[in-house]
């Protein structure tokens, strides 16, 4: 375990690292991001955006939360994406959830969870959406793995709500929304190919923001 003391130390060798490489690269870094992707995942500490998409400062711009939820409420998601999609123009928008989800798996759970109600009722909505398909589960441990994906799906349809991603695809053929799984055990990241466009379809049917102006 990583003490208080050895982060600092860690920064100072990091920092060397990198100058080694690139006397610029710090310099470079203050002038501005251009990332090419928005990351939208868990904040489980074992599932860092960066390592396990192989990427450098500058090249994805992270949100993280409890079992990466996108409501449409929350200040803080929606902010991000506006920023991103808006300002940032990001060309890809990744929603990453992962197996062995500890909010999965709280809201899976039939008991009162104090503070966490309001935000794992998100999941407990992914599950009554899909409880036909989930119910005929019996293993525990699969039913867990399939909430996890179905909740992935759904903030997905989450994020091609809001009007700044619609629009900006209507008019510019980007961003486009992913979801992907990743696996703990094994660190494999997995692309569960939503289909973009056939879900802004869908989801333009009620939620049309987009062909406005
Ligand atoms: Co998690």
């Given at each position: 375990m990583i003490t208080y003391n050895e982060v600092f130390e860690n920064n100072k060798k990091w920092i060397q690292e990198r100058k080694a490489t690139d006397k610029d690269f710090f310099k470079k870094l203050a002038e501005g991001q251009t990332p090419n992707f928005l990351y939208i995942g868990c904040?489980?500490?074992?599932?860092t955006a960066e390592d396990l998409m192989g990427t450098e400062p500058g090249e994805v711009f992270v949100h993280r939360n409890v079992a990466n939820i996108v409501s449409n409420i929350d200040l803080n998601a929606m902010s991000v994406i506006d920023y991103a999609v808006g300002?940032?123009?990001?060309k890809h928008i990744v929603v990453c959830g992962h197996y062995f989800c500890g909010g999965v798996k709280a809201a899976m759970q039939a008991k009162d969870l104090g503070l966490l109600n309001p935000w794992l009722r998100n999941i407990r909505d992914v599950y009554r959406l899909h409880r036909e398909e989930l119910n005929a589960i019996t293993d525990e441990g699969k039913k867990h793995n399939r909430l996890v994906e179905l909740n992935v799906e759904e903030q997905c349809i989450n994020v091609i709500k809001t009007a700044v991603v619609q629009k900006t695809y209507m008019s510019g053929g980007y961003p486009t929304v992913h979801g992907w799984v990743f696996d703990v055990q094994t660190g494999e990241l997995i692309d569960l190919k939503i289909d973009f466009a056939e879900k802004l379809h869908e989801i333009q049917e009620i939620y049309n923001l987009g062909s406005a102006e």
């Open positions: 904040s489980d500490s074992r599932v300002t940032l123009e990001v």
